[in-house]
T-cell receptor, first 109, second 116 residues
Framework: GQNIDQPTEMTATEGAIVQINCTYQTSGFNGLFWYQQHAGEAPTFLSYNVLDGLEEKGRFSSFLSRSKGYSYLLLKELQMKDSASYLCAVRDSNYQLIWGAGTKLIIKP | GAVVSQHPSRVICKSGTSVKIECRSLDFQATTMFWYRQFPKQSLMLMATSNEGSKATYEQGVEKDKFLINHASLTLSTLTVTSAHPEDSSFYIC????????????FGSGTRLTVV
């Protein structure tokens, strides 16, 4: 079966760095997405990885290792507004998006 | 950028009535629209995939006669929840697949449906 695993909840301090991990087992691979979702709102795009390595975009970076079926989202200089759920999604060989359950990130002052 | 406009954002309806949710793609043509449902504290669950001009493909366990999807044009897809029941109360989100680029998908703002 297809499976995306990510931690249910994480807590971090304002100004710090946090890494949210995602492991996946899917039928094929055509890219991995990270989305941010605030409560009651639709997801917003953060990053896309299709090749191994690190993609950096401002305070957010995303890493992918296809051989390990592993990705992480790195958030630096955390701000209170970063409190949200972070969703990992993999596009499989049929170009279907397989979603993780999301990681709720709580930022404390 | 490519935007999907979703309406209504919130709706409260009585049990047994029907509710229509619209998603319009602005400034681009959405040949494929995905409809998701999200219960509190859970991830997105794909309900169906609609392609313009053809019948929608429903995921296992989703009643096609209850959740009617119409994708009659390249800029409009609708989801109608028929004979709604309280257990249908959820957050419904549409998403369009973008042609080209790496961003892949753009989401509507979601519809919070409450059936009383």
């Amino acid at each position: 079966g297809q499976n995306i695993d990510q931690p249910t909840e994480m807590t971090a301090t304002e100004g710090a760095i946090v890494q949210i991990n995602c492991t996946y087992q899917t039928s094929g691979f055509n890219g991995l997405f990270w989305y941010q979702q605030h409560a009651g709102e639709a997801p917003t795009f953060l990053s896309y990885n299709v090749l191994d390595g690190l993609e950096e975009k401002g305070r957010f970076s995303s890493f992918l290792s296809r051989s390990k079926g592993y990705s992480y989202l790195l958030l630096k200089e955390l701000q209170m507004k970063d409190s949200a759920s972070y969703l990992c999604a993999v596009r499989d060989s049929n170009y279907q998006l397989i979603w993780g359950a999301g990681t709720k990130l709580i930022i404390k002052p | 950028g490519a935007v999907v406009s979703q309406h209504p954002s919130r709706v409260i309806c009585k049990s047994g009535t029907s509710v229509k949710i619209e998603c319009r793609s602005l400034d681009f043509q959405a040949t494929t629209m995905f409809w998701y449902r999200q219960f509190p504290k859970q991830s997105l669950m794909l309900m169906a995939t609609s392609n313009e001009g053809s019948k929608a493909t429903y995921e296992q366990g989703v009643e096609k006669d209850k959740f009617l999807i119409n994708h009659a044009s390249l800029t409009l897809s609708t989801l109608t929840v028929t004979s709604a029941h309280p257990e249908d109360s959820s957050f419904y989100i549409c998403s369009a697949r973008l042609a080209g680029g790496n961003y892949g998908y753009t989401f509507g703002s979601g519809t919070r449906l409450t059936v009383v």
